[in-house]
């Protein structure tokens, strides 16, 4: 069936459910079985809270399907499934290879906890080719992470060919898929193993609740599976709730998102205040082949550079805002602005820009209001 028909309808059983078109919050920390063998075998369809309710099932079903996935497992946030994700394979000596560009917590897990677990990880370049991946993987080498387009600074990487090498060489890929949505890309299409999630954002969709999602390719689910329940990792069912709710309204809600975003981004490019946009749906976007290529749209979160005269001249631009919110996340109805600083965090890139970053989230108001708001906002950098 057709992308929308799926998400309308993935996961949902209603006659399990005495005809309630969606799943009921299952409320569940003990669950009896009838009788201590089926206690002993493990039998029964609910063992116990933690280990999912027919609440979890069905939207963990319903991401499966929507990004190919042979099982996906829920977190109680991105960063969660992030790190779930990653000691499912890191070992003491192990090396990590991830992309510059990541999420920075990412990053903090890496020279954090990893490190203490005898973990060394190495960053690569967004935009390096499969062939020098290939070059980078060591005999220790126990996962390659990417994310697409990576936090702040949007570069889209050439997925199918970082896949391959590192398939090629015998080591699993996750990426962080939080931008793509389980709609626009879909990783596992493109040879990567897992698929990570931060639900939190457009899957909720709705800046209400805290969510995670670990979707697996055949390959990944063993391992994966003995990660979270080694670690205890799980969801609670309201949140679990909410996401499947948020689901179902997710391509039409990401359709709107990308066509306000791409509207705000192109306005911007023709203001003299932005020296740049990164919007891999612009033309101008050095990867925008790429993107074409492989994702099938562009949601609601891009940067661009401004040039402010100096930071207090930025603080009164933001400060000012009447409709963009000043917070962290993004992928609610709402808009949103932060300013960020990659040139702080890359180590195996250098980050550039004649300005200051600022990413915008461009939420679901009309277009012609939010360019009126960013209009005032430019007036107050003179
Ligand atoms: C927000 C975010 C995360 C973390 O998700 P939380 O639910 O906040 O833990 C991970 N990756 C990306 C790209 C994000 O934007």
Known sequence: MERDTRITHAGRTPRDYKGA??????RASTVLQPHIED????????LYGRFGTPTTRALTNAISDLEGAAETFPCSCGLNAITATILAYAKPGGHFLVTDSAYFPVRKFCEGML???GVETEYFDPRIGGEDLAKLIRPETFMVWLESPGSLTFEIQDVPALAKAAKAAG?????????GASHFFRPIEHGVDISVLA???YHVGHSDAMM???ACAPDAVEPVRAAVTQLGVTAGTEEVYLCHRGLRTLSVRLERHQKNGIEVARWLEDRPEISKVLHPALESHPDHALWKRDFEGACGLFACVV?????AKLVDMIDGMELFGIGASWGGYESLILTGYPEKMRTATRWEADGFLIRLHVGLEDPKDLIADLEAGLGRLR
């Not at 078109?21 to 299952?26: R, S």
């Not at 080591?171 to 931008?179: F, Q, Y």
């Open 21 to 26: 078109v969606n799943p009921p919050v299952y």
């Open 39 to 46: 206690f002993e075998a493990r039998r029964g369809e609910m």
């Open 115 to 117: 490190k203490t677990l």
């Open 171 to 179: 080591v699993p890929t996750a990426l962080d898929n939080t931008w």
């Open 199 to 201: 639900a939190t954002k």
């Open 212 to 214: 995670g999602l670990i």
């Open 307 to 311: 040039k402010a005269p100096s930071k």
